[in-house]
């Protein structure tokens, strides 16, 4: 197996910087979108794991990728909590049943990853096989704060105009259902883990939305509880949108890694974390609208401000964009495995 995703995640010495990138089985890939048109929709797509393995495989078989990533949705989890998901193009995600009250809560059933979620473990079964050992497979969740985020608003929200007073007038509602939801993302993670991911990541969106001291208590206290609770050994990694104000914090929370989005500085994130954690990330995704020159020159100066040494994923600062070229993603993954190995020589 090509490992060197889960040595740079144990800071291990690697020959080059390994890459993945997030969304990098999306809507920028004409047979990504070929195949989500023969799905019909996209939970069709997400739902039947032989669609959802064709999809993980593809941008593996363009680009020379260290990684592959379940394709699936962080909102799974609630959907199988029966709240009535619908994603539609433009729109964005809509429940059908949003959970607001402290009796919606309370009624919320926890999801058997074997069961309502079988399709998701189906599908990393059918990757692993169909790997075949070429690559590690990422698995991932939704923090649970941002999964609460969406039951409670009942989509997507610029404001949070009604998950954050739930969090500030009623504390009590609010922990129950991230209880909840942390409970169902354990099970839901180990069952991955189970069925043969090599490593998990934590998807926290709009914990950068968050108060300081807000996020620790709505937000990274629930992801270290899952954190503690996943089959030990497990490699994890933790990625907060927004969240380079808590990197120590987030540092220190058991992950392997720390996601660094596009607005830190990587060499300034390396300092402040020390040799406690990997770090992953951090191009800016628009860098990736323009040219393979531009795209390469970005590239090299996210691996200069990393330096030497071991523990850097090379990634995105976020999800690659729909408009994005292929052929600027090829300059991107050939750039960081050719102009990093100057940073891995002993």
């Known amino acids: 197996m090509n490992d060197r995703f889960l040595r740079a995640l144990a800071r291990e010495p690697v020959d080059a910087t390994p890459i993945w990138i997030m969304r990098q089985a999306g809507r920028y890939l004409p047979e990504y979108r070929a195949t989500r048109e023969r799905a019909g929709d996209f939970l069709t797509l997400c739902k039947t794991p032989e669609l959802a393995c064709e999809v993980t495989l593809q941008p593996l078989a363009r680009f020379d990728l260290d990684a592959a990533i379940l394709f699936s949705d962080i909102l799974t989890i609630p959907d199988a909590m029966g709240l009535g998901l619908s994603l539609n193009e433009g729109i964005g995600p809509r429940f059908a049943h949003p959970v607001r009250t402290r009796a919606e809560i309370d009624a919320l059933p926890i999801p058997d990853p074997e069961q309502e979620l079988r399709y998701v473990t189906e599908a990393v079964r059918l990757i692993k096989r169909e790997l075949s050992g ?88 629930y992801m270290c509880r899952i954190l503690e609770a996943l089959t030990p050994g497990t490699p994890t990694i933790v990625f907060t949108k927004g969240g380079g104000l808590w990197l120590e914090r987030i540092a220190a929370s058991g992950c392997s890694a720390v996601g660094v989005d596009w607005t830190m500085d990587l060499g300034e994130a390396r300092a402040r974390v020390g040799e406690r954690v990997a770090l992953q990330g951090n191009l800016d995704p628009a860098i990736m609208l323009t040219t393979p020159e531009v795209v390469a020159a970005e590239a090299r100066a996210v691996l200069d401000a990393f330096g030497a040494g071991p523990g850097h994923v090379f990634n995105l600062g976020h999800g690659v964009t729909p408009a994005v070229p292929p052929e600027n993603v090829r300059a991107l993954v050939d750039t960081v495995h050719e102009y990093s190995r100057r940073y891995h020589r002993d």
Do not use: C
């Not at 941002?146 to 409670?152: D, E, F, G, N």
């Not at 500030?168 to 169902?184: G, I, Q, W």
């Open 134 to 221: 070429r690559v590690p497979l990422i698995g991932f969740a939704g923090s649970p704060w941002t999964l609460a985020t969406y039951m409670v608003e009942g989509g997507s929200s610029r404001d949070f105009g009604k998950v954050k007073p739930l969090v500030y007038a009623d504390p009590d509602s609010a922990h129950a259902l991230l209880d909840k939801v942390a409970r169902a993302t354990t099970l839901y993670l180990n069952a991955q883990i189970a069925a043969g991911v090599d490593a998990v990541m934590l998807f926290d969106t709009w914990g950068g939305a968050l108060s300081a001291d807000a996020y620790q208590r709505f937000s990274l206290d």
